[in-house]
């Protein structure tokens, strides 16, 4: 049956930062609309929230930076100043400030913000720096010196100390959730048409 129109439920660029395998979902983000998604296995938007802008609930104009699942079901929004965490229903569950003398402003968040858990608290790994990756910064004393935005923030407290990502005993190379090399970067995928 021939038809004249269609309808097209999502057109916009989709980020996807983190799965949960717990919950069998992706966490993304609309360019376009500026929502938070979350996707089937199957690439079905089942949850689509927008929490930008002015006014209660919102987190302001910047776009997240970071975007990641969390313990217990939570969904963690880290923006330049400021990291959030909500529950399934997008209810917030905790709200700190971070310190940032580096702002990053961006279309799409550029990562996951990674989390360990170190008896029994929760701690994110925070600061824009976090983007550019630690394998691509100095290594020298004098580098490790200038480092000033890697941060290391209690879930439940707020509490944030500055860790240096390179020292043997740094949470970045003790956590399975920092992906030298990766975390920052966008891949492509091109398809080739064949001639049979």
């Known amino acids: ?4 129109s269609f309808q097209v439920n999502n057109f916009t660029r ?18 376009v609309e500026d929502d938070l998604l979350e996707i089937s296995e199957n ?8 929490k930008k802008g002015d006014g209660p609930g919102k987190y302001g104009n910047w776009n997240p930076v970071g975007l990641a699942f969390g313990p217990n079901q939570e969904r ?10 909500y529950d399934p229903n997008y209810e917030i569950t905790h709200s700190h400030r971070v310190l940032s003398p580096l702002p990053i402003r961006t279309n799409t968040p550029l990562g996951k913000t990674p989390y360990f858990v170190s008896n029994d608290t929760t701690h994110l790994l925070v600061g824009p720096s976090n983007y550019l990756t630690a ?31 390179y020292e043997a005993t740094s949470v ?21 048409p064949m001639n049979w």
């Open 76 to 85: 963690i929004v880290e923006l330049p100043f400021q990291v959030i965490s």
């Open 1 to 4: 049956m021939k038809v004249d």
């Open 135 to 165: 394998s691509h910064l100095i290594r020298n004393q004098e580098g490790k010196d200038t480092l000033k935005n890697f941060y290391q923030l209690n879930l439940f407290t707020g509490e944030t100390k500055m860790v240096v990502p």
């Open 43 to 50: 690439g079905e938007i089942i949850k689509r929230v927008n």
């Open 172 to 192: 970045y190379e003790q956590t399975e959730n920092v992906y030298n090399g990766v975390m920052g970067k966008t891949f492509s995928l091109t398809m080739t």
């Open 14 to 31: 989709v980020s996807i930062r983190d799965y949960s395998h717990e919950e069998n979902i992706y966490l993304g983000y609309s360019e």
